[in-house]
């Protein structure tokens, strides 16, 4: 069993910050690629970042310069900072983690639950 927890989200003026973490814990081998993911209303979701292990990133060219996404292996979390917010970037933020289990070594993709990000303009 594998369990994604997120927190971080909240209310912010535009041009404001925050930062997102997402922490797994459970049955884990290894930690693959993890990313994060948004869903503004009435849209589908769209991915916003990515880390591989190797620390690579890769960015939806709307927050290019303004997010920055890292991990922290010892912690089994990853994190999305978020500067320069716009009002565009408001929706339920999820993490995606692919985990590699134990008992398998086959990898699999977990959710996290999603945390709100309201920008207000």
């Known amino acids: 069993q594998v369990q994604l927890v997120e927190s971080g989200g909240g209310l912010v003026q535009a041009g404001g910050s925050l930062r997102l973490s997402c922490a797994a814990s459970?049955?884990?081998?290894?930690?693959?690629?993890m990313g994060w993911y948004r869903q503004a209303p009435g849209k589908q979701r769209e991915l916003v970042a990515t880390?591989?292990?190797?620390?690579?990133?890769n960015y939806v060219d709307s927050v290019q310069g303004r997010f920055t996404i890292s991990r922290d292996n010892a912690k089994n979390t990853v994190y999305l900072q978020m500067n320069s917010l716009k009002p565009e970037d408001t929706g339920v933020y999820y993490c995606?983690?692919?985990?590699?289990?134990?008992?398998?070594?086959?990898?699999?993709?977990?959710w996290g639950q999603g945390t709100q990000v309201t920008v207000s303009s």
């Open positions: 459970g049955s884990i081998f290894r930690l693959n690629v």
């Open positions: 995606k983690l692919e985990i590699t289990i134990p008992t398998t070594l086959r990898k699999y993709d977990f």
């Open positions: 880390i591989t292990s190797g620390g690579s990133t």
